[in-house]
Structures are given as C-alpha cells and as structure tokens.
C-alpha cells in the first residue's frame, strides 16, 4: 500500500518542490526530539492530533521521494492509480501477454478506446505496480501477470 506523502506532509499535489521543501523543515522542527518532549506534556491541549500522529520516518521518506522530479512523477502515477482503484474506478482488465512489447523503452503499451495508450514499464511492474492511467484519457486499467519466476520450464 502506497503511502499518501502529500497527505503526510500537508502539501497540495501541485506544491512546488520549494513549497514542499519549506513545509518539511517547518515538520522536521516540530518532530524535532528536544521539542517533542515538550510537546508531550501539552499536546492534548495545543497540538492537532494530524500533526502529532505522524511518524518522523514517513515525513523524511516523504521528502525523498518528492524532492526529485523523476522519482516524484513516477510516484504521482502510482498515487493517482492507487487511489482511482481504491475508488473502484478501475475500467478493464488487461492481459500483460496481450499488451505490445517496446525493447527500446522496456515498456508494454496497449491502446485505449480513445486515441491514448496504457503504457507500463518493466521498473513499474517490478516494483508491483498493476494499475495504469491512460495517457490522454482518465481511464485505468488493471494488468494482469504473473512474476516469471519458472523460466525453466521454457523450452531449450
Ligand atoms: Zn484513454
């Protein structure tokens, strides 16, 4: 399960990364240890439950993933997948077999009823990624494969 680290970090999903930035180092001071012992002692009274139930651990992942473009729009592809599946949005089931195979780009792509494609790479799906948003339309499809782990049965 992804973790939401706009939520985390209390940012919009268009913030930019000098925004995000900001935003963390004003989280980093308030989980700061030195500060938090104070806190505790107050925090029923002062402290918004949302500031204090987050651990410091997903606010520093949160910022290394978003401070670095590629690796944000990789995540911000997943999120929205995420998110359109948990809302049931899914719109068709593809087959990984049935999609087109691009060596130069080590991606599969399947075209969509509008004039888009469902493009996934090889990266993605390792890294478990089963869920694509089209590329021009709002449609999301789910891939269906199987990890190759029985290459021996291949025939020789
Ligand atoms: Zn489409």
């Known amino acids: 399960m992804l973790k939401d680290y706009y939520a985390i970090l209390n940012v919009a999903q268009d913030a930019t990364v000098a925004e995000i930035k900001q935003q963390y180092q004003k989280l980093l001071l308030i989980h700061h240890p030195d ?8 925090q029923s009274q002062t402290l918004p439950v949302s500031v204090t139930s987050i651990p410091l651990q997903d606010i520093k ?8 473009p590629t690796q944000r729009s990789f995540y911000d592809s997943s999120l929205k997948a995420m998110k359109l599946r948990a809302n049931g949005q ?11 195979y691009d060596e ?26 089963d869920t ?6 709002s449609l999301i499809v789910r891939i269906h494969y199987e990890l190759a782990d029985d290459e021996d ?4």
């Open 104 to 129: 130069d780009s080590s991606t599969y792509s399947s075209p969509c009823r509008c004039s888009g494609e469902y493009i996934i790479s090889e990266g993605e799906l390792e890294l478990g990624v």
């Open 132 to 137: 694509v948003v089209c590329s021009t339309c």
């Open 153 to 156: 049965n291949e025939e020789n």
């Open 90 to 100: 899914v719109n068709d089931d593809i087959d990984l077999d049935d999609m087109e």
């Open 35 to 42: 500060k938090q012992q104070q806190q505790q002692q107050q």
């Open 61 to 68: 992942e949160a910022w290394e993933c978003l401070r670095q």
